[in-house]
């Protein structure tokens, strides 16, 4: 009886009610949508950052800040036993330091990252620059990503000078060969940035055995001579604009709720201004 009741009361309003139907049925689609595409943001991107760049965190010498090109020479320091006993899943050894690409004679300042070749704590495309010698040869191999390559104008197969200077401070170059172009999914280590066999990136600036820093899988405590740095603390950039954009979307969904509550309620809402005088207003 109470269906068939409201389902006359329903098809009596006419296309009113379907349009609340509507408006309501939009607004909740759009909130859920909403939420579940910044959520689904949010694991992508920390799940892509943690597994290309920030691991379990990072042991770094004190001071070095990826922010300051001009002071990464500064901040090498030679990898402490208690890391360098790690095996190659738990651990990746990585050298940053500053360089000078002339892709069709122009100048382009790149980012120089070194990285162990047998670690398998970072999921990286740079199965190309396995295949070579740990000493670089008269032309040294490289992997650039997606990004940087559109950016340079690269290509697999060019060959293109790099500048860099050593520990000495002694500007040395030499030509490079782009072995790869690969899919990288993090544009921190995409944009500006050419990869390196790290024995290779040591050998070139005379930094043997030493790291710009050290991804770990998990915390290992105190160790001499480096500062822990956590996931957290190497994402703060990424979860303060998570944060930000949360904030965004409250007011948003604060208007799509005001849509729904008028679209159920407006019925009694506007009925009172129709029916003043039968309520005696």
Same mark, same amino acid.
């Given at each position: 009886m109470n269906w068939d009741i409201a389902n006359k009361n329903f098809y009596r309003q006419g296309l009113r009610a379907f349009l609340n139907v509507l408006v309501t049925a939009l607004s909740i689609i759009a909130l859920i949508f909403m939420?579940?595409?910044?959520?689904?943001?949010?694991?992508?991107?920390?799940? *892509?950052?943690?597994?290309?760049?920030?691991?379990?965190?990072?042991?770094?010498?004190?001071?070095?800040?990826?922010?300051?090109?001009?002071?990464? @020479?500064?901040?090498?320091?030679?990898?402490?036993?208690?890391? *360098?006993?790690?095996? /190659?899943?738990?651990?990746?050894?990585?050298?940053?330091?500053q360089g000078q690409l002339y892709p069709n004679r122009r100048l382009f300042p790149v980012q120089l990252r070194g990285i162990a070749m047998e670690q398998s704590l970072l999921s990286l495309p740079l199965a190309g620059l396995k295949p070579f010698a740990d000493q670089p040869g008269e032309v040294i191999p490289a992997v650039v990503g997606v990004k940087m390559a559109r950016?340079?104008?690269?290509?697999?197969?060019?060959?293109?000078?790099?500048?860099?200077?050593?520990?000495?401070?002694?500007?040395? /170059?030499?030509?490079?060969?782009?072995?790869?172009?690969?899919?990288?999914? *993090?544009?921190?280590?995409d944009d500006s940035v050419v990869w390196l066999r790290l024995?290779?990136?040591?050998?070139?600036?005379?930094?043997?055995? @030493?790291?710009?820093?050290?991804?770990?899988? @998990?915390?290992?405590?105190?160790?001499?001579?480096?500062?822990?740095?956590?996931? @957290?603390?190497?994402m703060a950039d990424l979860l303060a604009l998570l944060r930000q954009d949360r904030i965004n979307s409250k007011i948003l969904w604060g208007i799509l709720m005001a849509l729904v509550c008028t679209s159920v309620f407006n019925t009694q809402i506007l009925n009172i201004f129709k029916r003043q005088k039968e309520i005696g207003t």
């Open positions: 939420l579940s595409l910044l959520n689904g943001f949010q694991a992508q991107a920390t799940q *892509n950052l943690v597994s290309t760049d920030v691991g379990g965190g990072h042991y770094r010498p004190p001071g070095f800040d990826i922010l300051t090109p001009t002071e990464w @020479e500064d901040y090498t320091m030679p990898v402490p036993d208690v890391l *360098n006993g790690l095996s /190659a899943k738990d651990k990746a050894e990585v050298l940053v330091q950016k340079a104008h690269l290509k697999k197969g060019d060959t293109v000078v790099l500048k860099w200077r050593d520990k000495g401070g002694a500007v040395d /170059a030499r030509d490079i060969l782009i072995v790869d172009v690969g899919d990288i999914v *993090n544009p921190r280590i024995d290779h990136l040591r050998s070139m600036t005379d930094r043997g055995g @030493e790291v710009s820093w050290v991804a770990v899988r @998990e915390y290992l405590g105190q160790v001499q001579g480096f500062e822990f740095h956590s996931i @957290e603390m190497l």
